[in-house]
T-cell receptor, first 111, second 115 residues
């Protein structure tokens, strides 16, 4: 079945440093979504990418979908303590209604 | 507008007991799903439904049953609880049956411990 892996599993940064998490799928994706889960909370939708090579920005967050639509990345510029949480990618292969989540990257930001 | 409501928030069971996790949404979403979250394993899909009367299996369906008698409700039943079912369970819904056009809205989660 489809597998979606994320690296790294954990990342500790100093406030102001940049952060990147990478998402890799074993199969080609129709789209990819990104979610953020604060500690003790539930996942919240951030963005969806659909087109090959697509790049989208939300303030300090930059999302990219790979040319082959099998990988994606989330880059945060100048992290803040409010960025703390676990970031998940989730891929949809089409032909069904199953959204497969990645393993997640837990981000901790230290002052 | 409450969104997705899950009950209970916490539950402790003994091995072999059965229970139902409730999920209700008031957004008239056709799509509803159940995920379990375990450390280092992300969110794994248990069962999902694309509308009333229609359910299907996800990645880890064994030991769980679901039904969808109304658009609003999607309960998850544990038939005979096992320690391996200790997890945090999330219910999620979407206005779009085809997920490539929709996002998931999650409930706050139900933390289940099986002793």
């Amino acid at each position: 079945g489809q597998q979606v892996m994320q690296i790294p599993q954990y990342q500790h940064v100093q406030e102001g440093e940049d952060f990147t998490t990478y998402c890799n799928s074993s199969t080609t994706l129709s789209n990819i979504q990104w979610y953020k889960q604060r500690p003790g909370g539930h996942p919240v939708f951030l963005i969806q990418l659909v087109k090959s090579g697509e790049v989208k920005k939300q303030k300090r967050l930059t999302f990219q979908f790979g040319e082959a639509k099998k990988n994606s990345s989330l880059h945060i510029t100048a992290t803040q303590t409010t960025d703390v949480g676990t970031y998940f990618c989730a891929g949809f292969t089409g032909g069904g209604n199953k959204l497969t989540f990645g393993t997640g990257t837990q981000l901790k930001v230290e002052l | 507008n409450a969104g997705v409501t899950q009950t209970p928030k916490f539950q402790v069971l003994k091995t072999g007991q059965s229970m139902t996790l409730q999920c209700a949404q008031d957004m008239n979403h056709e799509y509803m799903s159940w995920y379990r979250q375990d450390p280092g394993m992300g969110l794994r899909l248990i069962h999902y439904s694309v509308g009333a009367g229609i359910t299907d299996q996800g990645e880890v369906p064994n030991g769980y049953n679901v039904s969808r008698s109304t658009t609003e409700d999607f309960p998850l039943r544990l038939l005979s609880a096992a320690p391996s079912q200790t997890s945090v369970y999330f219910c999620a819904s979407s206005y779009s049956i085809a997920l490539f056009t929709g996002e998931l809205f999650f409930g706050e989660g139900s933390r289940l411990t099986v002793l």
